[in-house]
Structure formats: structure tokens, C-alpha cells
């Protein structure tokens, strides 16, 4: 986040062509480049592996989605998104089953849900309302293949039990007053929110390949 900037952005890991190991960078730098200066350089692009890149701001938010080959970007309208690792909810050519199964589970559960409307320093539960409980897993076992916060138990991968995939789940919001005086709010999947020293915008810990939600 870059509170000066009134602006935040995110990562999620995406699908693809994976970068060369002997010149692959973090794709950590990208949120706190896009945060700082609102847009992602192109050059270099073939050193990361492939992800999907959010920024929000007042009036303006922009996912970045590089593959390993082609970048795309396009601004995202007024309403909830749900970004998950083959991209855009409303643009899933070759999605897996289990993440069109946790997109219909989710997304009307969240549409239909009151805003929430955190405050700094106040309690999460009544920050975040009924939102909880869904950035919380819904009560969905994290075998489900709608889950949100997931664990893939492998066998041959550890001594007993392999375990070949986790995430975690927390919760973040941004306050973005628009021009029309309304608020926004930021809460990105399974991705890594760039935060600045100032994070009195910032209310709580940001859900396992969840959703960004902009108003």
C-alpha cells in the first residue's frame, strides 16, 4: 500500500509458462512497484513466473495477468471480482472444476452479503459483519473443492501424508474515496498485499484464493 499515492495492489499466482530458474525473480517487487507508481513496467516481464496483478485506486483499478508469453491488462468496472489462478471470473476459458466450484459458491454469498465497513483500532468481527464467516472458509472443509482456505492432501509426497497445497486466509481493506464521495474496498486472494509504514488504512491481517471486491 502507498497511503501517499491513495493506492494499494496485490499478487496471486497465475497459470503458465513458469520463468527459467537460473533468472527467476520474486514476483514480491510487483505489488510494491504497482503501488508506488500505479502501472507495471513491461521489461523484464520474462524473469517471473505467472501471476495476476492488482492496483486500486480512487476511480481506477487494473489487473495485470502475465502468463509466461502475453501480458494483459484491463480495468476492471464497479462491483465484486473474483480472482482466482486462470484469472478473471467473468473471463474463465480454461478454469479447473474446483475453481469454477469455489467462484459459485463465493461469489453470491459475498454479492449478497452487507458491505462491510472496517474501521482502524475497532474489533474484527464488527469491522468485517457478515463477511466473516465467508473469508473464514464458510465452515467448508478445506478438502472441498469450493474451498476457500485449502489444504491438497497427495500421498507420496512426505512421510505419511503429502501435502501439496495450502493457503491461508486474512483479511484486508482499503478505504478509496471516489469522487462521488462512496468507499471502496480492497480485499484481494491468496496474494501478497504491498503495505507502506502508514497502515492506518489497513484493518486486520488477505483470504486464500479469494476474491477482490471493488465498489
Known amino acids: 500500500?502507498?497511503?501517499?499515492a491513495r493506492r494499494a495492489a496485490c499478487v496471486l499466482n497465475a497459470r503458465g509458462r513458469m520463468a527459467p530458474t537460473?533468472?527467476?525473480?520474486?514476483?514480491?517487487?510487483?505489488?510494491?512497484?504497482?503501488?508506488?507508481?500505479g502501472k507495471l513496467s513491461r521489461a523484464g516481464l520474462a524473469g517471473f513466473d505467472p501471476f495476476h496483478l492488482l492496483s486500486a485506486e480512487p476511480g481506477v483499478s487494473v489487473l495485470w495477468s502475465w502468463d509466461g508469453d502475453r501480458l494483459a491488462e484491463r480495468e476492471l468496472s464497479a462491483g465484486l471480482h473474483i480472482v482466482v489462478n486462470s484469472g478473471l471470473d467473468s473471463d474463465l476459458r480454461a478454469a479447473h472444476e474446483h475453481?469454477?466450484?469455489?467462484?459459485?459458491?463465493?461469489?453470491?454469498?459475498?454479492r449478497a452479503a452487507a458491505r462491510p465497513v472496517p474501521r482502524p483500532g475497532g474489533p474484527t468481527a464488527q469491522a468485517w459483519g457478515t463477511w466473516l464467516?465467508?473469508?473464514?472458509?464458510?465452515?467448508?472443509?478445506p478438502d472441498d473443492p469450493r474451498a476457500l482456505i485449502v489444504r491438497r492432501d497427495r500421498p507420496g509426497l512426505g512421510d505419511d501424508v503429502?501435502?501439496?497445497g495450502r493457503a491461508r486466509a486474512g483479511r484486508a481493506a482499503l478505504r478509496l474515496h471516489r469522487p462521488s464521495g462512496r468507499l471502496g474496498r480492497l480485499v484481494p486472494g491468496a496474494g501478497r498485499l504491498a503495505r507502506g509504514r502508514d497502515r492506518g488504512h489497513l484493518?486486520?491481517?488477505?483470504?486464500?484464493?479469494?476474491?477482490v471486491g471493488i465498489w
Open 162 to 164: 503429502g501435502i501439496a
Open 133 to 141: 464467516p465467508l473469508l473464514t472458509g464458510d465452515g467448508l472443509a
Open 99 to 110: 475453481e469454477r466450484a469455489r467462484i459459485a459458491h463465493f461469489l453470491p454469498r459475498l
Open 22 to 37: 537460473d533468472s527467476r525473480r520474486s514476483r514480491g517487487v510487483l505489488p510494491l512497484q504497482a503501488a508506488e507508481d
Open 1 to 4: 500500500m502507498a497511503p501517499g
Open 203 to 211: 484493518s486486520g491481517p488477505v483470504p486464500g484464493q479469494g476474491a
